[in-house]
Structure formats: C-alpha cells, structure tokens
C-alpha cells in the first residue's frame, strides 16, 4: 500500500456502482478473504476502493470490515438506493445521513429502547460532520434534491405500511434500506469517518417492489454521481490539511 489518501465506497448491489470503474485511473480487481472482492483505482490524486459487499446487514458488516482491514480507508462512504418513508421525498431524491439507527434491533424485553444495541447509550450513530457536509454540498453542485437526516437500517425490505409507519414514528427517519447502519457501527468500532448516502426509489409502502424495480438503477447512477463529486472535493479538502 502507498501513502495516498484512500476514500472507500461501499454498495450493495452490482447496480449501486455502475459507473465507478469509468472514472478511475489504472482500476484493478483484488480478491479479499471471505469472498469479498474490490475495485481498486486512483481519482483526484486519492486512492478509491469499491466493493459490492451484498444486500443486508451482515453481509455489509462483513464487507466493511474485511475493506478496513485490507485497505486502511481514511473515509468510507456507504451509497445506493432506499425507500423514501418520511415525509417531502419523492424517487431521485439523496439523503445524506446525519446519523442511522437499525430499525430491527429489538432488545426491549431486556429493558432496552427500541433501536438500542447493548453496550451503547443511543440507539443512533452520528455521521462524521465533515464528510456529511462534504456529500450535502456535492450533492446541491451536482443539482439534485438533497435531504439530510436519520437512515433506518434492517434486514427487510420496506413494503409494509404498519413497517413504515413504526420507522418514522419511532425514530424519525427519512429512508429505510438494509446496509447503512452496519457498515456505520463497523466504522464507529474501527475509528473510521462514515457517511451514508441513499437514492430514493420507492416510498416504502405497497407499491414499493414495483417502483424499486422501475427506479432503483437510475436512482443509483444519481448517488454515484454525487459521490464522484464527493472524491474531488475531498481531495481538495485533504490537500487543505497538508
């Protein structure tokens, strides 16, 4: 490994990426330990690590660990698609995570709120404020429709009115998906800068698979967009602190 900066990136789906290889310099596959495989390459004089580590939260914990280990990132962004179930979004919009929380962590018959993993005091995660604010501003320079707040994550896909419902009420949140909070409790345990970007495709209710089926792909290509932009500006930000 070289004394570069590296910035890692992080989806769940082959979809999720499209486009990164396109915008790298020398891109490389590197097989990993169990199973993981990345994207390797160079952009605005940093080095960028891409990885589809497979939809859920395991899978996520596994893929971003095994990338920590490998690759020592100064910077992990985890980006795709989601479903919108707070209220003001429509399909395309991004939400950048000022903190996750996961929606299906339930340990209240121990006396725990809902959300909280024991051995923490909240059951949110705050994002690194400076990538947060990095991704926002990318996010406006790049014309799309930006909201920043809580990213909902579990290991169900949200078509469930009465799911939906217990999401917003219970922890505020503006999207829902499978993989975000993971990659951010993995961060938090490594000491590694975090966020979480998500494409709106869907609204979380019942019509949710065929809107996901229709603009999942096309909201993904928006979050890839935005991260690119993100590289630059936080190269340039890096190049500041030198």
Request: aromatic letters at 6%; one cysteine or more; hydrophobic letters at 45%.
């Amino acid at each position: 490994m070289d004394n570069k900066a590296c910035f890692a990136v992080i989806a769940a789906e082959e979809q999720e990426l499209a486009g990164v290889r396109d915008f790298l310099t020398d891109p490389q596959d590197v097989d990993g330990p169990a199973g993981c495989r990345f994207l390797t390459g160079e952009a605005d004089g940093v080095k960028v690590v891409a990885m589809q580590c497979g939809i859920g939260k395991v899978n996520a914990a596994i893929g971003t660990q095994v990338m920590i280990d490998l690759f020592h990132p100064d910077a992990l962004v985890n980006i795709g698609s989601a479903g919108g179930v707070g209220d003001g979004l429509s399909v395309y919009d991004i939400v950048v995570a000022e903190k996750t929380v996961q929606h299906d962590m339930d340990v209240t018959g121990l006396g725990y709120a809902p959300g909280v993993v024991p051995g923490y005091d909240s059951p949110f995660l705050e994002a690194d404020p400076i990538l947060r604010d990095i991704a926002v501003a990318s996010g406006r320079a790049e014309e799309l429709h930006v909201h920043t707040g809580t990213v909902a994550s579990g290991d169900a896909f949200v078509s469930d009115p009465e799911l939906k419902r217990f999401i917003t009420e219970q922890f505020g949140a503006l999207c829902a998906e499978m993989e975000g909070a993971a990659v951010a409790q993995t961060c938090v345990r490594n000491n590694v800068p975090w966020t979480v970007i998500r494409a709106i495709s869907d609204n979380g209710d019942d019509a949710a698979a065929v809107s996901y089926a229709d603009f999942s792909a096309q909201a993904s290509i928006a979050a890839v967009r935005l991260m690119r932009h993100m590289i630059t500006t936080w190269a340039a930000y890096r190049k500041e602190l030198q």
